[in-house]
């Protein structure tokens, strides 16, 4: 069975920074295309980014492209979000999802598994 757990969550001030690790277990992770989803109070759970099986490839939500970024370490079965000038409108429950397939997946229902999200907020 696979499991997604994500880490690195916490509270930082605006501008501020952080990474994101999502550690999958109970099988390999370069056997899965992957995503980062958020969701804020009030607001349904939407794309920060997907990658396809190999990490080439990528689709990004408008909002953050040029301050986050995404990377994987098949080796350590773990994808990172790295996080940069962090805004107010990125708070939210963050949550890794793998997909047993090749290419990016956008929609999250076509995820197998997720994680059970970090929290992140972002303040003055």
């Known amino acids: 069975q696979v499991h997604l757990v994500e880490s690195g969550g916490g509270s930082v001030q605006i501008g501020g920074s952080l990474r994101l690790s999502c550690l999958l277990s109970?099988?390999?992770?370069?056997?899965?295309?992957m995503g980062w989803f958020r969701q804020a109070p009030g607001k349904e759970r939407g794309l920060v980014v997907a990658t396809d099986r190999d990490g080439r490839n990528a689709a990004w939500t408008e909002s953050v492209k040029g301050r986050f970024t995404i990377s994987r370490d098949d080796a350590k079965n773990t994808v990172y979000l790295e996080m940069n000038s962090l805004k107010p409108e990125d708070t939210a429950v963050y949550y890794c999802?793998?997909?047993?397939?090749?290419?990016?997946?956008?929609?999250?229902?076509?995820?197998?598994?997720w994680g059970q999200g970090t929290q992140v907020t972002v303040s003055s």
């Open positions: 109970g099988s390999t992770l370069s056997s899965y295309a």
């Open positions: 999802a793998a997909a047993d397939r090749y290419a990016v997946v956008v929609p999250a229902h076509r995820y197998d598994y």
